[in-house]
């Protein structure tokens, strides 16, 4: 079973305020559970959804773009 948890604890992990994974759970983008009125998030589901916005960087062109016009 996964570790449960609360808003506060999720804000801490992911570096933001508590609002930030209220909203994600108000609009239905990480998955959640209520234990009576209490708003829960699994542990998994936030390694979820970081792995899933996570952007991976891209490869090193040569930085040099664009010819000299002569």
């Keep these: 079973m996964?570790?449960?948890?609360?808003v506060a604890?999720?804000?801490?992990?992911?570096?933001?305020?508590?609002?930030f994974p209220r909203r994600l759970v108000e609009e239905r983008r990480i998955t959640f559970v209520k234990v009576g009125r209490h708003v829960r998030i699994p542990e998994s589901a936030v390694g979820?959804?970081?792995r899933e916005h996570t952007v991976a960087p891209v490869a090193c062109r040569s930085r040099r773009r664009f010819r000299a016009v002569v």
């Design 2 to 6: 996964d570790r449960l948890l609360t």
């Design 9 to 19: 604890e999720v804000a801490d992990r992911l570096g933001t305020s508590i609002r």
């Design 48 to 50: 979820d959804y970081v």
